[in-house]
């Protein structure tokens, strides 16, 4: 399995100088702004007056509009690997088993206030695989990088290279990403838990 590696995308400052306070906050805000309207289409000066600053001081901190696009993706995936990390202190010194974290994990995305983060992910996922010369070149490669490490780390140390250990987490993840995809579009959060229930129970 590949390991998670560095890019553009990886958590606001791991691998640069501290940003200046500034520049932390109009992240926040964009990111919140981001969450509410999304990042494909997004517009400098309309998002420049709703956080309080304008056009060319956006495009002097992060230098282009498509270097705000990926530290806004950069933010998003910050939220993904803080839920990793949590999973990983809630597991300790044991594996934990796929069905137990694949249910920590839905329970997570499920939530009421998820749902803009969410459709930040799938549309940044979505963008990447159709447009990978843009800013969002990579997104999807590296969240799919992210849960499959973390999913491995929750099986049985003697078994994750294995053929059936790979696509038994595969499938696992394909599963908590389909039910993303109809929690998204249909708003029927009892049906599709109940169909990654059924998965887990398997």
Do not use: C
Not at 99 to 106: D, L, P, S
Request: glycine share 8%; aromatic share 6%.
């Amino acid at each position: 399995m590949a390991e998670a590696t560095s890019t553009s995308f990886d958590p606001p400052g791991s691998g640069e100088a501290t940003p200046s306070p500034r520049k932390t906050e109009l992240l926040e805000r964009a990111y919140q702004y981001a969450l509410q309207h999304g990042v494909a289409n997004i517009s400098l000066r309309p998002l420049a007056s709703a956080i309080g600053s304008s056009p060319r001081v956006l495009l002097y901190l992060f230098g282009s509009k498509d270097g705000l696009v990926r530290a806004l993706l950069a933010r998003a995936r910050a939220e993904e690997l803080r839920l990793l990390e949590q999973l990983r202190a809630e597991r300790g010194a044991e594996h934990t088993g796929l069905a137990v974290v694949v249910e920590r994990i839905w329970d997570w995305l499920a939530a009421e206030d998820r749902r803009g983060l969410l459709s930040l992910w799938v549309e940044g996922y979505a963008r990447s695989l159709i447009d990978p010369e843009g800013p969002w070149a990579g997104f999807a490669e590296d969240t799919v990088d992210d849960w499959l490490k973390l999913l491995a780390e929750h099986q049985p140390a003697g078994e994750r290279d294995t053929a059936e250990a790979k696509t038994r987490r595969t499938e696992a993840l394909a599963v908590l990403r389909g039910a993303l995809l109809d929690l998204l579009a249909t708003g029927d959060r009892a049906r599709v838990t109940a169909a990654v229930h059924a998965w887990t129970s398997r």
